[in-house]
Every structure is written in structure tokens, then in C-alpha cells.
């Protein structure tokens, strides 16, 4: 499995409360992609959401993203961890 790093913006900011709902959904529907959205950051006042997951690739996890909330994200990007 890849690491990537999503990155949405919304226009007017964005409420944690309602990223919290959209996460939920994700972890709701990741499962037959053999995907794992693992965390998330928010700039609520900037409407910037950031989502760390572990898919087989990009498309997979946008396929997520769009079947979960509609809200796939505006870049992805391959990462690797390090401490």
C-alpha cells in the first residue's frame, strides 16, 4: 500500500465538526477499496483539510473521497514517513 497526503480547499472556511462527519463517512465506505484514511488536519478559518491514507493508489482513494461525501480533493500527493 502507498502513503499519500490530500489536500481540499473550500471557499469561506470550513467547520471541524463537519470534516469529522466527512472522515466518518470515509471510514464508513474504505473498506471494499482497500483503502485506510488514517488522520486529518483543518484550517478551519483557511477551509483547508489535509488526509493522510493508505490506498493502492490515488484514484482509489479519490474514488473514496467522491462515493463517501462528494468532496474529493483538490491534489494528492505520494509521501513516505519519517520522524
Known sequence: MALFMDTHTLEGGVAAADVAAAHQADLATQGPYGVDYLR?????????????????????????????????????YSVSEHS
Open 40 to 76: 486529518y488536519w483543518v484550517d478551519e478559518e483557511a477551509g483547508k483539510i489535509f488526509c493522510l491514507v493508505e490506498a493502492p493508489d490515488a484514484e482509489t482513494a479519490h474514488t473514496v473521497h467522491r462515493e463517501a461525501h462528494g468532496l474529493v480533493a483538490d491534489e494528492i
